[in-house]
């Protein structure tokens, strides 16, 4: 999530950068989401059988002075988001195993510290883009690094693409970004993107338009008064809507804990995740109210 943070306040930093101490912050309206997948994930890091185990993650829940029980965040919630960012850890990985050197773009990064998580090769330049008031957080709390490069803009910016090299090929990740983009305002960052970088690839996540329309319901976006606005049904939509663009494969929001290990989940998890992979994800509505999705663009050079 990128939106505007305010009232911040952060503990002495150590020399890297990085805080170690408390972290006091005040958050208005839509801000407040960006914690909800960062409280997630540390959730998830502190159960006994973690599915992501981003320990970064719980240590920086614990030094943040916020009453995160307000988010409505709750041990099925983090299930999901860390099968989710699992899929695009798996992706980043997959990505950077085939293309070398290479460059990973990171939009609407939040809090995630997805760099130090997955510790990519000395030939990998990384650029984390957010909000400068998210951005100014972000590098308060994770510690800094030569091929690490953030980028303080709006996603909807159109300058900040020129800051990309084009030398070699770019992986854009964008993870629970899209949804709160503006229905014009996705199509056209994705089509600048594109027309920026020779070739790479594209995955995100996308709600679909009944389930951008329901979300006012749950008490994450009742208590912070955001709001979701673009959905697509499926993410093909995206390829009559981004020149260049091509769809490589996909998954259903659901879909995410196909070959993943349950058994260490307690058996009320395990039997809710089961529900949704087996029963949820072949109802016609509620079966497709998400989707992660691999794309690719531009023309790989030859070597």
Not at 72 to 97: P, Y
Not at 248 to 269: E, Q
Request: proline share 8%; with cysteine; charged share 20%.
């Amino acid at each position: 999530m990128s939106e505007p943070i305010h009232g911040l306040r952060q503990a002495a930093e150590d020399a890297d950068g990085s805080a170690t101490g408390p972290v006091r912050l005040t958050l208005t309206g839509a801000a407040e989401t960006l914690l909800a997948p960062l409280y997630a994930r540390a959730l998830d890091a502190r159960s006994p059988h973690p599915l992501l185990g981003d320990l970064a993650a719980a240590d920086l829940v614990a030094r943040i002075d916020y009453d995160f029980g307000r988010l409505g965040i709750n041990e099925t919630n983090a299930v999901g988001v860390a099968l989710r960012t699992r899929w695009f850890d798996r992706q980043v990985r997959r990505f950077l195993a085939t293309h070398s050197p290479a460059t990973v773009l990171h939009l609407g990064c939040g809090l995630d510290d997805r760099f130090s998580r997955l510790a990519p090769g000395p030939d990998v330049l990384w650029y984390d883009l957010d909000q400068p008031e998210v951005m100014d957080l972000h590098r308060s709390v994770h510690p800094a690094h030569p091929r690490r490069h953030p980028i303080a803009a709006s996603v909807t910016d159109p300058d900040w693409p020129g800051r990309i090299p084009t030398e070699h090929p770019v992986l854009v990740v964008a993870e629970g970004l899209s949804m709160y983009l503006k229905a014009e305002d996705g199509p056209r960052v994705l089509r600048q993107v594109v027309a920026h970088l020779p070739y790479g690839e594209l995955v995100l996540d996308t709600y679909s338009r009944f389930a951008v329309g329901s979300t006012r319901r749950f008490a994450l976006f009742r208590r912070t008064g955001a709001q979701l606005a673009w959905g697509i049904d499926h993410p093909s939509e995206l390829v009559g809507q981004v020149p260049g663009l091509r769809l490589d494969g996909s998954v259903s929001a659901y879909g995410t804990a196909k070959g993943v290990d349950l058994r260490g989940l307690p058996p009320r998890l395990r039997a809710r995740v089961l529900i949704d992979t087996q029963i949820m994800a072949r109802l016609p509505v509620l079966g497709s109210v998400g989707h992660l999705s691999r794309h690719s663009f531009g023309t790989k050079k030859r070597t």
